[in-house]
Nanobody
C-alpha cells in the first residue's frame, strides 16, 4: 500500500502562485509515475501533469507554461508549482501514484485550491 498526503493548498488572488506538495509513504517503490489531478464542483476529475521517476513530464494543455511538476526520488515527494493562477483553476487537487505495469493507482485525500478574481 501507498499513502499519499498533499499539502500547500489555499486561497490566492488571480495571477498569484501556489506550490503543492505530496509525500508518499509505505510501499514507495511500487509505483513508477506520480501525477496531479484536480476536480472542480460538478466536473470530472482531470489529469494536469504527470512525471516518471526518470523525470519525464507530461502536461495537459490548460496548464502548460503555468504549472511545473517535479519529483524528489530521495524523499518520495512530488510537487506542483502553479503560477499565474486563474479563477478557473479553483478545484480540489489530488496527488496520484501509479504502477503502470499492474494498473494499480493510489490517491491522496486532496487539497483545496481557491483562486479569487
Amino acid at each position: 500500500q501507498v499513502q499519499l498526503v498533499e499539502s500547500g493548498g489555499g486561497l490566492v488572488q488571480a495571477g498569484g502562485s501556489l506550490r503543492l506538495s505530496c509525500a508518499a509513504s509505505g510501499s514507495v517503490f511500487s509505483f513508477n509515475v506520480l501525477a496531479w489531478y484536480r476536480q472542480a464542483p460538478g466536473k470530472q476529475r482531470e489529469l494536469l501533469a504527470a512525471i516518471t521517476r526518470g523525470g519525464q513530464t507530461n502536461y495537459t494543455d490548460s496548464v502548460k507554461g503555468r504549472f511545473t511538476i517535479s519529483i524528489n526520488n530521495a524523499n518520495h515527494t512530488v510537487a506542483l508549482q502553479m503560477n499565474n493562477l486563474k479563477p478557473e483553476d479553483t478545484a480540489v487537487y489530488y496527488c496520484n501514484a501509479e504502477d503502470t505495469a499492474w494498473g494499480t493507482r493510489y490517491w491522496g485525500q486532496g487539497t483545496q485550491v481557491s483562486v479569487s478574481s
